[in-house]
């Protein structure tokens, strides 16, 4: 069971992004959280505070969105609470999954010797990714299916962050090596002045997973590569204790921390 | 499962509630979906979007109501999400309740013969109980253990808009008898010009159970009163079609909706 509220002009700029993708987006975040336990989604129900101008059409619109993305993975909207009032847009989504294998997937079960793997690529979802994002349901569930998975999150607040939500349930440390971090294309795109490393490490939204799995499973899967059309990658191991990030061979701690984008 | 959005300047206004009461009920009215199905409930998430300024001290006043009336029907808040923002307070909470004796009680299943009964006096809620009311969830399952309950549902729209929802999911018809409707003892400290039967039909959020049982069941509970502290009260009938009040031995169509109290 999993919850997500997103509010408007903190989560979303509602005339920038247009209300079917904050739909669509509403849907996958829950979708998201689903997935990074390797979990079923099966059923939502979708609370909403429309403004009062224009709260029909709106709602909609909103809908079509969720609709579009709830059935991508045959997941029912199966009841909730529309109200009308006079501040901003706001949408409540719980979701409920069945477990999948061997059981749910949690933040905790990450083990010293572990290798640390990321699916896809991360930094400046700011760009669009944020909104246009497919939740990894399916990547989880085929990964769950083949190895055994000790602990897994959905990055939705940065790297540095989520990983460290790893390393705190797990009791465990974790080393991440910057070199072998990958970069989304649009990182390269973004003209602030953080590097692209940093926005890899902080930047919230990416959607990707983290996980750890034993040292022998991490080599088969990145060698194998196992998910059709996604590229996992080994960023680092587990470790006794601490959080650090390894630049050219040399361990510094690591601030378990996102930034909040501007809009946020 | 449950959901219901709690807005601010529109269900409540935090600045008379008190953020205490305002989390107390927040969880009330799930618990009173919960009681309309005879439920149990036992599980709950809550999503709160905080105002910037004194947001901290706000959360912990609301978890406190929350925590209390959670507590009183053992029911687990198990997770959340807590954001802040520009916007009014708001909170969504979703529930989950288990089925208990035969089976969810619906608003499907009153048939024509039924009789129609009404836990505790209707109206004038604005005066303070729409805060301070315990939902039914006691007195449903005690209900349900020992009648069959054909339909039911919770009053929070108003008598009238919720009667006529069993009405419309059990494709029957249903007369009220307005002698018979009791009255809250508040419904006469109203200065407004509606009649107190006025109010004791369309006020919303009397959070009180409208039900219907065979003639037979119905006399018995009426004669019985097996409720501890609790009135049962016969108001009426199903019958073929149409929705009726029946003021003097006359019938008159009775439209099915609920007011807005000026809050709202």
């Known amino acids: 069971m ?3 509220m997103l509010l408007e002009g903190s989560c979303f700029v509602l005339a920038e992004a247009g209300a079917h993708r904050v739909g669509r987006k509403a849907m996958a975040v829950n979708l998201s959280d689903i ?3 390797a979990g079923e989604p099966f059923a939502a129900v979708v609370s ?3 403004p009062r101008q224009g709260g029909r059409a709106l709602a909609e619109e909103l809908y079509h969105g969720m609709r579009e993305m709830a059935d991508t993975f045959q997941t029912s909207i199966i ?4 109200n009308t009032w006079n501040g901003p847009l706001v949408i409540s989504i719980t979701m ?9 997937v949690c933040r905790k079960g990450a083990v010293p010797g572990d290798w640390v793997l990321v699916t896809g690529a991360l ?5 669009g990714h944020h909104l246009d994002f497919t939740p990894r349901v399916r990547e989880a569930q085929l990964l769950h299916a083949q190895t055994c998975l000790h602990a897994m999150i959905d990055i939705s607040d940065g790297l540095a962050q989520d990983a460290h939500h790893l390393v705190e349930e797990s009791g465990c440390g974790m080393v991440l090596r910057a070199e072998a971090i990958p970069l989304s294309g649009e990182v390269a795109k973004l003209t602030d002045n953080l590097s692209p490393l940093e926005h890899a490490l902080r930047d919230g939204e990416d959607f990707e997973l983290v996980f750890t799995v034993s040292a022998d499973e991490g080599r088969r899967l990145v060698q194998e590569q196992p998910v059709p059309g996604l590229t996992l990658t080994h960023i680092g191991e587990c470790v006794a204790a601490g959080f650090w990030l390894e630049v050219e061979g040399k361990r510094h701690l690591l601030e378990p921390k996102g930034y909040s984008h501007p809009m946020t």
Chains 1, 2 share one sequence.
């Open 2 to 4: 999993t919850t997500d």
């Open 35 to 37: 997935a990074a336990m």
């Open 48 to 50: 909403v505070g429309l």
């Open 79 to 82: 009841g909730g609470d529309t």
């Open 96 to 104: 409920l999954g069945y477990a999948t294998g061997t059981g749910p």
């Open 123 to 127: 930094g400046g979802s700011i760009r």
